[in-house]
């Protein structure tokens, strides 16, 4: 079991924007605060359609004395609305969702601990060293690599080349809060590691281990998963086996999604863009389209926006201020793509990690991300403001996006965006990780 928030279809909807306003209370309660707020248009926003007047936010603060005042914004009549937990606070950066239990709710893992959606006690996984203001993990990941129905953490390191994989101790492990057991997965001999998604590229039912470094000119591998025969000291049921996409392109910024329309799904890094072959994808070099040179966002998503048939491309400068979408305009005599660049934000900076998900249930995805709080350690432009989180909604008749704030102040993002559904109602909650914190947002 994995999840690919990737390559997701957009499908068409009609979304009213946000207007311009003030603060106004509406009225108090013992564990919550709600208030009306009205967004105000920054610079470098998106302008707002002609009838966004009707539109209102609403914000839930959580209970001071329990959860801290926590935010929430969100926008009616199509309202997205949430509850914000904090759970931990530590420099871990990376998270995941999925049910680790087995008791049919989604539960959470994020760097050394995973939380039960039952009671968000922080349960141990592993230990793992702080570095230079960071953690030695760069990502948390979900699968079952001993095949025995449980999902074990695979977990990689910006610096350290090896693999990881912790194992699920069931049951009774689990309710007496012991650690996992730690195997290596694989010594990739390879350092300077940014991040990578998992992702099935070939359509085979495996997702494929795809590093990201953040060096330009150095190889880009991926790891393809072989089944293997476990043994007693070595259970796992899976081996990962590298194949070079190419000996000299690489650098920050990695997507995956098919950018020319040929059905198949290529690899983007912060160089350009892999061509993923016709045929034998794992038997030959992919064909490298030097098409940009970016300092990008992980994951940088490709979807058709506009509907025309073309896949978009919408990436963060994930070290610097600037939130984008590139509009694909076809393909050129020469056989490259020609891309529009289109500006979504540019009010705050670190957009390092983003998310393409449905959060209103209105059958359209919303893109979310935020600022990669302290990612240099305050060095970066814009690293020593406030963490943030936001939502964006696509209006295709205006081609712009709107932004709708989540919270300011106190949730931002570290080098993933998790969803799940924690209580079963059906709803879209997210998980953070961060220098800012562990999050939960319970969807309203």
């Known amino acids: 079991m994995y999840r690919n928030p990737m390559h997701i279809p957009l499908e068409k909807n009609t979304v009213p924007s ?7 209370p509406l009225r108090h309660r013992r564990d919550h605060v709600f208030a009306s707020f009205s ?24 209970a001071a004395l329990r959860l801290g005042s926590l935010p929430i914004f969100a926008v009616e009549p199509h309202a997205i609305r949430f509850e914000i937990r904090q759970l931990c606070l530590d420099a871990n950066e990376g998270i995941a969702v999925g049910d680790i239990d087995g008791d049919g709710l989604e539960d959470v893992v994020a760097g050394r601990n995973w939380y039960s959606s039952r009671d968000w006690t922080p349960r141990p996984i592993r230990s793992i060293d702080d570095w230079n203001g960071y953690v030695e993990s760069n990502g948390d990941y979900l699968y079952d690599v001993n095949g025995n129905g449980r999902l074990d953490v695979i977990a990689g390191s910006f610096i350290p080349t090896k693999v990881h994989w912790f194992e699920n101790p069931g049951a009774e492990g689990l309710r007496l809060g012991q650690q996992w057991k730690t195997h290596e997965l694989v010594d990739t001999g390879n350092s300077t590691n940014e991040g990578q998604l998992f992702v099935d590229l070939d359509g085979n039912g495996y997702p494929e281990w795809i590093v990201n470094s953040w060096r330009k000119d150095v190889p880009t591998l991926v790891w393809r998963m072989q089944p293997v025969e476990p043994t007693k000291s070595a259970p796992a049921r899976i081996r990962l086996v590298p194949h070079t996409l190419g000996e000299m392109a690489n650098g920050h910024g990695m997507g995956v999604g098919d950018l020319n329309g040929d059905g198949r799904l290529d690899v983007l890094v912060g160089q350009g863009w892999y061509e993923q072959p016709e045929k034998n994808p794992w038997q030959q070099p992919w064909k490298f389209h030097p098409d940009w040179d970016l300092h990008a966002s992980i994951p940088m998503l490709v979807v058709d926006l506009n509907q025309n048939g073309r896949n978009d491309i919408i990436h963060g400068a994930g070290h610097d201020y600037g939130l984008f979408w590139w509009e694909n305009q076809g393909t050129g005599e ?21 998310a393409w998900l449905d959060l209103d249930g209105d059958g359209q995805p919303e893109l979310i991300t935020g600022k990669r709080y302290f990612a240099h350690n305050g060095r970066d432009p814009g690293g020593q403001e406030p963490p943030c989180l936001y939502c964006y909604k696509w209006d295709r008749t205006s081609e712009k996006f709107q932004r709708l704030v989540i919270d300011e102040g106190n949730v931002g993002t570290g080098l993933q965006i998790a969803s799940g559904d924690f209580n079963g109602d059906g709803k879209t909650d997210l998980a953070v990780a961060g220098k800012s914190g562990t999050y939960v947002l319970m969807a309203q």
Do not use: Y
């Open 18 to 24: 946000i207007h311009r306003g003030t603060v106004r």
């Open 334 to 354: 020469a056989g490259k793509i020609t891309w529009k660049e289109h500006l979504i934000d540019r009010s705050f900076s670190q957009p390092h990690a983003l």
């Open 39 to 62: 967004m105000l248009s920054k610079k470098g926003l998106a302008p707002w359609n002609a009838w966004s007047k009707h539109c209102k936010i609403v914000v839930l603060v959580a």
